[in-house]
Nanobody, 114 residues
Framework: QVQLVESGGAWVQPGGSLRLSCAAS????????MSWYRQAPGKERELVAE????????NYADSVKGRFTISRDNAKNTVYLQMNSLKPEDTAVYYC???????WGQGTQVTVSS
């Protein structure tokens, strides 16, 4: 079964950085595109970034372009989200997702405040 375990979330001051990790199992990791989503209280879950399985092409929400970088290590079955220049508006629970799957991990909390 598809399993996704997010980690790396923390409390950080505005302008700080964090790197989130998502450990995947239960499928051939290299064959699937992977994405990061986030959900703030009272708001819908939104797509933050995605990376393709073969070409490594990436796509980002306008709100995070230039600040966040998605990457993957197929040897480790892990996808990462490097978050720089964090803003209070980035506060949310962050989730990773495999393409063509409706399964989610437990998420990891990111809180940006002073």
């Amino acid at each position: 079964q598809v399993q996704l375990v997010e980690s790396g979330g923390a409390w950080v001051q505005p302008g700080g950085s964090l790197r989130l990790s998502c450990a995947a199992s239960g499928f051939t990791f290299s064959a699937y595109a992977m994405s990061w989503y986030r959900q703030a209280p009272g708001k819908e879950r939104e797509l933050v970034a995605e990376i393709s399985s073969v070409s490594g092409r990436t796509n980002y929400a306008d709100s995070v372009k230039g600040r966040f970088t998605i990457s993957r290590d197929n040897a480790k079955n892990t996808v990462y989200l490097q978050m720089n220049s964090l803003k209070p508006e980035d506060t949310a629970v962050y989730y990773c997702k495999r393409s063509r799957s409706g399964s989610w991990g437990q998420g990891t909390q990111v809180t940006v405040s002073s």
